[in-house]
Each structure stands twice: as C-alpha cells, then as structure tokens.
C-alpha cells in the first residue's frame, strides 16, 4: 500500500521548498498533492507483483484513490455556502 499523506493538506507542497519545490507559483502551488509538487522529480512507484502471478499468466490490477481514508462522496453546495472554486 502506497499512502500519501501530504494530499489534500493546506502546506503540504510550501512545506518542502527546502526539497526543491518551486515556490510562490500562482494559484494553488502550496496544498499537498498525491506524491508531487511544482518542480519535484517524481519517483515512480514499482511494487514487485511477481509472488502474486505465473509466468504466462494474466494479471489484472486495480488503483482506487481514497479521500480521507475513505470513498470520496461530493456534496453540492447549499444555501450560497460556497467557496470561491464552487465548494461548500
């Protein structure tokens, strides 16, 4: 399992300018990002699957992204009580 817990937070790109993010890009260059950030090398993630398939085989994978440790369910604004970008 991969986790990245920097994703979703207010700082988690400003809080590693020192690692070599670029900094004071317009917008929303600061919030954390599921694994990279303005001007960061990003890694790639390599798992070793082979203890689960057989030479010759055929092997299906499957990627969910999780919010929160959990589903992502939308909620639609209500009563103007909107942010800027449209969200509650």
């Given at each position: 399992e991969i986790v990245m817990d920097q994703a979703g937070t207010n700082d988690g790109c400003a809080s590693q300018v020192a690692d070599g993010v670029t900094p004071n890009q317009y917008g929303?260059?600061?919030?954390?990002?599921?694994g990279w950030c303005p001007g960061?090398?990003?890694?790639?993630?390599?798992?070793?699957?082979?203890?689960?398939?057989?030479?010759?085989?055929?092997?299906?994978?499957?990627y969910k992204g999780l919010y929160g440790g959990g589903d992502y369910h939308a909620e639609p604004?209500?009563?103007?009580?909107?942010?800027?970008?449209?969200f509650p």
């Open positions: 929303t260059w600061h919030y954390g990002r599921a960061f090398k990003v890694e790639a993630a390599v798992l070793d699957l082979s203890p689960w398939v057989r030479t010759g085989g055929t092997a299906s994978i499957t604004c209500r009563n103007g009580q909107c942010n800027s970008q449209g």
